[in-house]
């Protein structure tokens, strides 16, 4: 009897140990596993250093801080270099370690990983803010916790116009001119191009050539030189800080006497620091605080960097971090919400978590967060900075949203 009973526990404990190894989402595990794909090697880890940083920072406060519900996160992630192939092979690994979400990066990777994680119920919350991820009829388990690029290059160019154009010699006399700098094959920097030109003949620019510029490029003289043959009133820079900084450099030595607008991965503290006299007067979007600027949980971004990346300077830290803890805090959310309501799967996470999002506030200088199950645009706009006398200043909040209701409910889902 003894035997027998001892060999019942013990087939008893396998069998619960197989169901844990084969379904490691389910509720009674005590370890929960999260991927990641980083850029901390390739065109774009001039801005994913200090986001991988930030992400595994913020993986570390979550465990420290109770986990989901109980249940450490077992965070592992990959530096893919910005290789589309790389991050699908990345994908299935980290698929085969049974992650039940994965923290992305790029736009060109994560679009082109958009059906297998749809097929997979594998949720996906990106540092890409593709306008294209944002129509759940297509890419349902696509999230990112920001305002999508779309919205914030026409913010970018309403804000502009709002608060810029009015102050110029010639408004009121004529259409202020209009061009795009941005590497033309990059999915990332050519992703919110249609959407920003629509919002220029909506507000009546007048629209120039558009400028090729590498996110590699250190010299972009020829492209303010073209520029200047159309001489804007304001440029749209698309790319990633360094090259944009190079841009801003070359239009200064250059004369070109253009304002610049420029997307949130282009826009930060290392821009000023990069660029110099020429990022003054520079405009973009932020869709959240910067490192270190006053917001609610700042101070638990700052305390992490120094508790557990003490070697790293905080002056080198930037907003970079703080975009990484805002889509590692809408994810925490979405798990805790799935796993209290006994479905921590991929479809429980993201049906019974991320779209019963209505308002969420992450604080973080971020707008609060929406999703519903016809629409994962997270924000209905996006907060406008300026760099001005040394710092960051806020121009203006703008809500496409509010301002036009109809385009944003019926034309600007998904592009």
């Known amino acids: 009897m003894k035997a027998r009973n001892i060999f019942l526990k013990f087939g008893i404990a396998i069998l619960v140990l197989g169901l844990i190894f084969c379904f490691p989402g389910m509720s009674f595990a005590k370890t929960i596993r ?57 994908y299935t690994l980290l698929k085969r370690l049974h992650s039940i979400a994965i923290e992305g ?96 003949k909506l507000l009546g620019f007048e629209i120039g050539p558009d400028q090729n510029v590498s996110l590699f490029a250190l010299d972009t003289k020829s492209q303010i030189l073209a520029l200047k043959k159309f001489k804007p009133d304001v440029v749209w820079h698309g790319n990633t800080v360094m090259s944009v900084a190079a841009t801003l450099r070359d239009a200064y030595e250059l004369n070109l006497g253009a304002d610049w607008i420029i997307n949130n991965w282009g826009f930060g503290e290392n821009l000023p620091k990069l660029a110099g006299k020429a990022a003054e007067g520079a405009i973009g979007a932020t869709p959240c605080a910067f490192f270190g ?79 519903t199950a016809t629409d994962h645009r997270p924000a209905p706009g996006c907060m406008i900075q300026q760099y001005k006398n040394g710092k960051f200043q806020r121009l203006e909040y703008v809500n496409l949203k509010k301002r036009w209701p109809n385009k944003w409910e019926k034309e600007w889902l998904g592009w």
Request: aromatic content about 12%; charged content about 25%; some cysteine.
């Open 105 to 200: 990066w790029g736009t060109g990777d994560t679009e082109a990983l958009s059906p297998t994680i749809t097929r997979d119920k594998i949720p996906y919350v990106s540092a890409s803010y593709s306008a294209h991820l944002t129509n759940p009829k297509k890419t349902p388990y696509n999230l990112f916790f920001a305002s999508d690029y779309s919205t914030n290059a026409r913010a970018c160019l309403t804000a502009w116009y709002d608060k810029i154009w009015p102050t110029k010699k010639d408004y009121g006399k004529r259409k202020p001119r209009f061009a795009c700098c941005y590497m033309f094959a990059s999915p990332y920097c050519s992703a919110p191009i249609k959407a920003i030109k629509d919002q220029a």
């Open 34 to 90: 999260v991927g990641g794909l980083m850029d901390m090697s390739g065109a774009t880890s001039d801005v994913g250093k200090d986001y991988a940083l930030g992400m595994a920072e913020a993986f570390q406060y979550i465990n420290a801080h109770g986990g989901v519900n109980g249940k450490k996160i077992k965070y592992t992630y990959f530096d893919y270099g910005y290789r589309i192939p790389e991050a699908l092979t990345k």
């Open 293 to 371: 600027q006053k917001s609610d949980h700042m101070d638990d971004v700052v305390a992490s960097a120094k508790k557990y990346d003490p070697g790293v300077p905080l002056s080198k830290r930037t907003i970079r971090t703080v975009q990484a803890w805002g889509d590692a805090m809408i994810l925490w959310e979405a798990m805790k919400r799935a796993d209290k309501a006994g479905d921590l799967t991929g479809e429980g996470i993201l049906k019974k978590g991320f779209e019963t999002f209505r308002n969420f506030h992450i604080g973080l200088g971020a707008s609060d967060v929406t999703y």
